[in-house]
């Protein structure tokens, strides 16, 4: 009888502990959660346990019954950014989250060069950031690589502190888009980093979104299988997406492209659908701030057509675009260096966007559309009215066709915010482009310093 008594008090002591409240990994010590929104909180408990959950920023106590299949939620209110505060989680057990932050969220994802942190060969911006003491108004949360068939409720990964330790391994785009913010906003950050090197957007992609659509579909079958990362739709969404969709987020960063140059055509469809599935996801609207692929010699492949397609899905409201056709030193690195200069860009349209600031420079300028008299072609622009100007003695990278597709180096003339274009080889011009190949590195730029995006007037097809 006491043995019998004994073992089941252990069977007890057992199952109470697997009855424990349990959080998230993105529900913990040292997170950033969105200001002035309503945010939630939820984890795992005994079936139909009550859960109180204590906010120090109000001292208000709310409270939820789990369902019958063990999972919470509940949504609290944010103030103000400000912090650090506590939030107190009460049921089987009891848990205390230190150092809780509130201000702006964002979300920061793609392949390498998302990925790109100090420990990859030609990393220079960051170095002199580890100097900085620790920085609290910073915080960082950085995933774990992973994959999985079908969406998951938990990621592995840990809220920390910007320092000297952590800030190694992180982004160094989202790092310093984040300074920047704070710096402007006066807020705390918080960052989470989702990022594969290698990576096509199709893994980031919710599978059924990819398998519902012919194009799309194609597209993904043209994927070479490689060693080091994975190709499937979906795998990477489900694994290190999905985990963090309940967390309320300002908005996403994003800087991939490279890995579908493979099937480029079909690029800005397969975007567009993969941001409207993560808004749905979320089921917020909010911002998606993009990087295009820089100049790089990709062979037989293209990454021309995978920079117009990047353009084109700006058509979709509340994104926007960095063009960094003039941060790449070396057109056979698919890893330009120069990535305080791309985080900063993506700040400028974060705060002129989506927190409103005024006077910043944030949209490259781009084609909008031509005019032809007699042997000369006139390019006008949007996002170019203080004007254009070129660096350097001549224009490069322009050229200019007439009806037979024959493209001939063109001469040019800056006439305000448009371009006037002509080559004596040309009599009747049917067609402009401009840094429209994989490796070009253009020089015309706004008057205000931002590189003109990549562009041609034709829809020929290219080889």
Not at 245 to 273: C, D, F, H, K, M
Not at 436 to 457: E, Y
Request: charged letters at 20%; proline letters at 6%.
């Amino acid at each position: 009888m006491r043995k019998f008594l004994l073992c089941l008090s252990l069977l007890s002591t057992v199952f109470a502990s697997f009855a424990e409240v349990r959080l998230p990994s993105v529900i913990a010590d040292n997170m950033v959660l969105q200001q002035q929104s309503s945010v939630a909180l939820w984890g795992w408990s005994n079936a139909s346990e009550k859960i109180i959950v204590t906010t120090s920023w109000n001292n208000r106590t709310d409270s939820v019954v789990a369902s019958r299949d063990a999972k919470w939620k509940i949504m609290v209110p944010t103030p103000a950014a400000g912090g650090p505060y506590t939030v107190t989680i009460k049921g089987g057990r009891t848990i205390t989250l230190n150092n809780v932050m509130i201000g702006e969220v964002w979300v920061c994802s793609g392949q390498s060069n998302m990925e790109f942190n100090s420990f990859y060969a030609g990393s220079r911006d960051i170095r002199p950031e580890f100097k900085n003491p620790p920085n609290n108004k910073i915080h960082f949360f950085l995933e774990q690589k992973a994959t999985a068939q079908y969406p998951q409720d938990d990621c592995k990964a840990q809220w920390t502190v910007c320092d000297s330790n952590t800030l190694k391994s992180f982004s160094e785009v989202a790092y310093f888009f984040a300074k920047r913010l704070n710096k402007e906003l006066n807020v705390p950050i918080g960052l989470i980093e989702a990022a594969w090197g290698g990576t096509p957007a199709e893994v980031w992609t919710p599978a059924e979104v990819v398998n519902a659509d012919d194009t799309l579909r194609e597209s993904a079958h043209k994927q070479v299988p490689q060693r080091g990362w994975p190709f499937w739709p979906g795998v990477t969404y489900n694994a290190m997406i999905a985990p963090v969709t309940n967390y309320n987020i300002a908005g996403a960063l994003w800087y991939q492209g490279e890995g579908n140059t493979v099937a480029p055509n079909s690029y800005g469809r397969l975007l567009t659908s993969m941001i409207k599935s993560w808004r749905r996801a979320w089921d917020k609207e909010f911002p998606f701030y993009y990087v295009q692929i820089g100049p790089f010699t990709y062979g037989s492949k293209s990454g021309s057509i995978v920079q117009e397609q990047q353009a084109r899905v700006q058509a979709l409201p509340n994104t926007g675009m960095v063009v960094i056709t003039d941060l790449v030193p070396d057109t056979t690195d698919i890893h330009p260096p120069m990535k305080k200069e791309v985080g900063e860009r993506l700040s400028n349209w974060a705060l002129a966007k989506t927190y409103r600031k005024t006077g910043i420079n944030y949209a490259n300028p781009s084609y909008k559309g031509m005019e032809v008299k007699g042997n000369k072609a006139t390019i006008s622009f949007d996002y170019a009215d203080d004007g254009l100007m070129v660096k350097g003695t001549t224009n490069s990278q322009l050229y200019i066709a007439g009806s037979d597709k024959v493209f001939y180096a063109a001469e040019s003339k800056i006439s305000g915010n448009k371009l006037i274009v002509w080559s004596d080889k040309v009599s009747e011009p049917a067609a402009v482009r401009f840094s429209f190949s994989s490796a070009a590195v253009g020089n015309l730029f706004s008057k205000n310093g931002l590189p003109v995006t990549p562009f041609r007037t034709d829809n020929w097809s290219v080889n």
